[in-house]
């Protein structure tokens, strides 16, 4: 199982742009990142998922290099509703199981 | 479309007691994941439901804890003789299992256990 380390804490200003980076090292050939955001009282909602190279949706961007050991999740121009904790997640259903284990995660503090 | 459903979403239980946590995940997903998280803490991967295959069950910390999916489709945690350790927020997530690509987790809000 791929373990993924993150850091713990990070701290922006309204309108910067965030990139959290996500290291997985012993990450597997059918293995997918997928990132997701938690909100106090709240379950994780999906934010972007990819496996290699570049992915943008309306609310993030994922950038994957080729050796895919690690991945930086891309927040455009965070504002305040954007605080939260950010958790990195490596794996895939069909692979041993599917257990998925999520790392310690990144809270993200927006300031004005 | 609903999401997923846990209930109750706060329970309150002395020490000793057993309790039922409830999951009823997204129609038509296959996949279904219990996590725990203690305050300030991640998420602690507890017990994985696949179809109609075994479940995981790598992640339950005593043999006081244990799962069932009926159906495949709503899924019931039962933690007996509950003790303080065992207070945190109880997640549910479910998943459509498909060939190729790979389908994101999709969570309830939790069930908060609180062990007095």
């Known amino acids: 199982l791929a373990k993924t380390t993150q850091p713990i804490s990070m701290d922006s200003y309204e309108g910067q742009e965030v990139n959290i980076t996500c290291s997985h090292n012993?990450?597997?050939?059918?293995?997918?990142i997928t990132w997701y955001q938690q909100f106090p009282s709240q379950g994780p909602r999906f934010i972007i998922q990819?496996?290699?190279t570049k992915v943008t949706n309306e609310v993030a961007s994922l950038f994957i290099p080729a050796d895919r050991k690690s991945s930086t999740l891309s927040l455009p121009r965070v504002s305040l509703s954007d605080t939260a904790v950010y958790y990195c997640?490596?794996?895939?259903?069909?692979?041993?199981?599917?257990?998925?284990?999520f790392g310690q995660g990144t809270e993200l503090s927006v300031k004005p | 479309g609903a999401g997923v459903s846990q209930s109750p979403s706060n329970k309150v239980t002395e020490k000793g007691k057993d309790v039922e946590l409830r999951c009823d995940p997204i129609s038509g997903h296959t996949a279904l994941y219990w996590y725990r998280q203690s305050l300030g803490q991640g998420l602690e991967f507890l017990i994985y439901f696949q179809g109609n295959s075994a479940p995981d069950k790598s992640g339950l910390p005593s043999d006081r804890f244990s799962a069932e999916r009926t159906g495949g489709s709503v899924s019931t945690l039962t933690i007996q003789r509950t003790q303080q350790e065992d207070s945190a927020v109880y997640l549910c997530?479910?998943?459509?299992?498909?060939?190729?690509?790979?389908?994101?987790?999709?969570f309830g809000n939790g069930t908060r256990l609180t062990v007095t």
């Open positions: 012993n990450i597997a050939t059918n293995d997918y």
């Open positions: 990819g496996y290699k």
């Open positions: 997530a479910s998943s459509l299992v498909k060939g190729g690509g790979n389908s994101p987790l999709h």
């Open positions: 997640l490596v794996g895939r259903l069909y692979n041993q199981g599917g257990k998925l284990i």
